[in-house]
Structure formats: structure tokens, C-alpha cells
């Protein structure tokens, strides 16, 4: 008989409540687990794509992986470019490649999720990206907003996305802070309205979002 959590047919609550008690404390860690970064879990040489110990490590410890953050982005800190970052076809062999790996290194064949920063686009070679949210901001088109960010969501679920992280919530109010650039104004109302048309922009297209930073980002800058 087939186990229940292998049952499609049953609803997830279902296949969740069969599965959870047959994995260790190790794998429900694993699963909760989102430490490694994406960007450093592969090398690209021409067409070649190649999973980085690092990567085979933290699956074979948690026997299993819950998400990859970042496998796509590209930008000065993740150190990615088009002569080592992922693009086309070789975006599709990286992906999977790592989703195989996963599978092939889980007792009951969970896959993993994939995250993605999202802070005003698709953070990666060729992704779509919007203004920063304080251009967003100035605009005041929430409606605009939800356009564009149905786009990036339509990109990202295309690439294997299932969540995007999201910086939206934060309100402008010390231009000295560091990233004031992630906050759509100084005005509640209008970050409101922006954040929540950009979540239903990405929620159009099937993307889940992670809206942050509401209650634990921002600190003043020293006087």
C-alpha cells in the first residue's frame, strides 16, 4: 500500500501528518533550514555547472534540504557575473542539478524550496528589475506597481521560485539610514497601499512572498 504522504490524492494536512513523524530530529531541522546560500552552491565554467561540496555537505548532514536562498542572484556581495553567474540554459542545468541532489540525499524524496531576494525585481543576470521602492514610491501608482511586480513573479515561478523575500514594510523615517532605498515613503498609507499591491502582483503569478521588514529591521542611526 502506498504510504500517505506519497498520496497526491490526500489533501497536504494529510500527507503532512503521515510524513512528519517518520523523519528524525535532524531531517524536521533540515527541513526549517534556510543557512546556505544558493549563490556559493555551484561553479559554472562555460556550460559546465557543478554542485560545490558545501552544498553536498549540508544536504547529506540534514538529510535533506528545506530551501536554497539565492541560487540566481547576482550583484557585488553574491560575487556573480556572465562569466561565473547562471543564465539560460545554464540556469535550468543548476537548478536541476541541485533539486536531483536533494532528492537522490532524502529518505522519503522531499524536494526543496527555492527563495529568492526580491527587493524591486528579479535579483539576477537578466531579471526583471522595477525602480527602487523609493522611485516606486514616487509614483504613486500602486496599480503600476502591482503590473510590474506580477512580472517578476511570472520570471521567477518560471525559474523554479517559490518564494520571493520581499523589503516593502519598512517606513522612511531617517533618510541616514542605510536602506532607505528598500522603503516605498515616510507615509504608512502609502507603503501599505505599495506592499500590498505587490504582493498581489507576485500571488497573480503563483509566487509566494515573504513581506519583510514589519517589526524587527530598522534602527536610528546615531545622532
Not at 558545501?54 to 528545506?66: I, N, T, Y
Not at 535579483?123 to 503600476?144: C, E
Amino acid at each position: 500500500m502506498k504510504e500517505k504522504f506519497k498520496d497526491s490524492a490526500l489533501s497536504p494536512k494529510e500527507r503532512a501528518e503521515d510524513l512528519l513523524p517518520r523523519l528524525t530530529l535532524r531531517e524536521k531541522v533540515g527541513q526549517v533550514n534556510q543557512k546556505l546560500y544558493g549563490f556559493q552552491s555551484y561553479t559554472c565554467n562555460g556550460e559546465h555547472v557543478e554542485l560545490a561540496d558545501s552544498f553536498k555537505e549540508e544536504v547529506e548532514k540534514w538529510g535533506g534540504l528545506g530551501v536554497l536562498y539565492g541560487l540566481y542572484r547576482a550583484d557585488p556581495w553574491a560575487n556573480k557575473d556572465y562569466t561565473t553567474g547562471l543564465t539560460g540554459m545554464n540556469a535550468i542545468r543548476a537548478y536541476n542539478l541541485a533539486q536531483h541532489y536533494v532528492l537522490e540525499h532524502s529518505r522519503f524524496g522531499i524536494p526543496m524550496l527555492m527563495s529568492s531576494e526580491c527587493p524591486h525585481g528579479h535579483q539576477a543576470l537578466d531579471g526583471y528589475l522595477l525602480p527602487v521602492n523609493l522611485g516606486m514610491g514616487a509614483a504613486w501608482n500602486p496599480k503600476l506597481v502591482e503590473e510590474g511586480f506580477k512580472v517578476v513573479g511570472e520570471q521567477q515561478k518560471e525559474m523554479g521560485v517559490d518564494f520571493a523575500l520581499v523589503s516593502m514594510l519598512d517606513i522612511l523615517r531617517d533618510p541616514r539610514w542605510g536602506r532607505s532605498e528598500e522603503c516605498y515613503g515616510e507615509d504608512p498609507y502609502l507603503c501599505g497601499q505599495n506592499a500590498a499591491a505587490a504582493v498581489k502582483g507576485c500571488a497573480s503569478a503563483g509566487l509566494e512572498v515573504v513581506a519583510k521588514h514589519f517589526c524587527a529591521r530598522a534602527k536610528r542611526p546615531a545622532a
